[in-house]
């Protein structure tokens, strides 16, 4: 510890060896940087202070039935947008600055430099937020500042209109499309229901009820259809036989009674009594009795018959309608069969019919709940809107208006003034030191002993004279004079500043 000492000492001893240099390298930075610090320009900053008050009296009271928008959130947006090159563009023309920009180049180093000088802050959770501005002439800081609260006061007043019309549009045309689809929808459905009227899938019981019926009533007429196929055949039979029985001579009823009870008796021991075949020769038969008594009353049984014979005659009028019960009952099987296809038909187009129906269902439900949501919401939107125009959501409150400032708020002359003379006192003390190190002395035997690693064996010690110690004295004295002149004129540059007084106006430069 007592060599770190001790090379503390040695040090300190070759620095005071150069103590003028150092002095005189204190002054030259202090003469040079003092005047440099009282060059420079003065700037002066105003600042207003604003209160965003966001909380109406009537938001908690119509809670729910209005849309309330996040103010804070938009009023954070517009602090951060506040300048953006066409506010600063609206900034330079209100203050007129705009009028000093000669050249686009000029105009974009202004707007830079209003970018640059205006300071935007927000106090946390007060909604209070100050705005500053820095600049050369006093004047146009507090004008700036103003235009400023001008144009934050008249955005955020302005973004709040915008928005709510903006939304107003936006809800009226959804709901103007949403009528739309709604009408749409209905005309289709109603297009469906006039289209398969009475073959809605709500009726396809009826449908398979009707099917039942028609099967039953197309086997009906089936039956019908081959008894009268069978009528028609038996009397183009019969008509055939007569006609050759007229040409013999011979007895025709009784031997066609004969032939036709001989084919009933085959019949019956085949089918049934309702069989159609046997149903038509039972009849037939009765006919011919009935011609047969008919003849024996008059007379007339064995005469040959001929085509002028009633009994002929009645034959063909018999067969003409028997025809026309034959094609009257196709006709009424044919119509069954294609009332039965297009039954079958709806029968197999109903899932699908169904299925378009319940989709058309869904989408008007959808549409529809989305239209009754969106009138809700425009109500809201109306009745938002009528509360805005009754009272401001967002109320402004200058606490602090802008103000010419009175003196300048920079640069911090009494700190650039004491960091010129610290600066010019480390620069001496730096270059006495640097000269002690280029030429290096021996303060006494232990350093030239190992310097030189020889053994010293004595030190001879200056006897001063009377005149050397007075020269000594006069040379402490005029460095201590130096040094406290150089701390005094420290007083007079601070002081200088402080009464504010215009040194260079005063001396003319």
């Known amino acids: 510890m007592h060599e770190i000492w001790l090379k503390i000492y040695a040090y300190l001893r070759g620095t005071w060896r150069f103590r003028w240099y150092a002095i005189v390298v204190a002054w030259l930075i202090a003469i040079i940087g003092w005047p440099l610090v009282f060059q420079m320009p003065d700037h002066y900053q105003s600042s207003a202070r604003i209160h965003v008050d966001t909380d109406s009296l009537l938001r908690p009271l119509l809670r729910g039935l209005t ?20 506010n600063l563009e609206k900034l330079a023309r209100m203050t007129d600055m705009d009028l000093t920009a000669k050249t686009p180049a000029q105009m974009e180093a202004l707007l830079n430099r209003l970018e640059s000088g ?9 909604n209070i937020y100050t705005i500053s501005y820095k600049d050369k002439d006093p004047q146009l800081t507090k004008d700036v500042v103003q235009a400023v609260v001008t144009t934050f006061m008249e955005d955020a007043l302005g973004a709040t209109r915008q928005d709510r019309d903006s939304a107003q549009q936006f809800l009226e045309q959804q709901i103007k499309e949403y009528e739309n689809k709604i009408r749409a929808t209905e005309m289709k ?6 289209k398969y009227k009475g073959s809605m899938p709500g009726e396809l019981v009826d449908y398979f009820r009707q099917l039942e019926n028609l099967e039953g009533r197309l086997q009906a007429a089936h039956t019908e259809l081959e008894v009268a196929r069978t009528r028609r055949d038996e009397l183009e039979r019969q008509l055939s036989g007569e006609q050759a029985l007229a040409a013999s001579g011979s ?5 066609r009674i004969r032939s036709l009870e001989k084919k009933l008796d085959d019949l019956s021991l085949r089918y049934t009594e309702k069989h159609p075949d046997v149903i038509a020769t039972k009849e037939v038969i009765a006919t011919l009795r009935q ?16 085509k002028d014979n009633p009994f002929y005659q009645q034959l063909r009028v018999a067969l003409v309608t028997a025809e026309g019960e034959v094609a009257s009952q196709e006709a009424r099987v044919a119509a069954l069969e294609e009332e039965m296809k297009q039954v079958r038909g709806f029968i197999d187009n109903m899932p699908k019919l169904a299925l378009e129906i319940s989709q058309l269902k869904r989408d008007y439900g959808i549409n529809k709940r989305n239209y009754h949501t969106l009138l809700e919401r425009q109500e809201s939107a109306e009745m938002s809107e009528r509360v805005e125009q009754s009272t401001d959501n967002i109320q402004f409150r200058v606490i602090d208006p802008p103000k010419v400032p009175l003196r300048p708020s920079g640069p911090n002359r009494p700190v650039l003034l004491s960091l010129v003379l610290l600066v010019g006192v480390g620069a001496g003390v730096g270059v006495a030191f640097l000269l002690s190190q280029l030429k290096p002395t021996f303060t006494d035997r232990n350093e030239l002993q190992e310097l030189t690693q020889l053994p010293v064996l004595g030190s001879v010690s200056v006897l001063w004279t009377r005149q050397a ?8 004295a005029a ?3 130096s040094s406290s002149l150089l701390v005094v004129a420290y007083g007079l540059v601070m002081s200088v500043d402080f009464f504010d007084i215009k040194i260079f106006k005063v001396i003319g430069i």
């Open 118 to 126: 205006i300071h935007i802050g927000s106090g946390r959770g007060h």
């Open 469 to 476: 110690l007075i020269k000594q004295r006069v040379r402490l």
């Open 67 to 86: 849309i309330e928008p996040n103010l804070q959130q938009r009023l954070d947006l517009m602090t951060r947008t506040l300048l953006s090159r066409p």
């Open 189 to 194: 459905l109603m297009d469906m229901k006039r």
């Open 251 to 255: 007895s025709p009823i009784d031997t």
């Open 291 to 306: 011609q047969k008594q008919a003849f024996i009353e008059e007379g007339k049984s064995g005469e040959a018959l001929s």
């Open 479 to 481: 460095f201590l004079f």
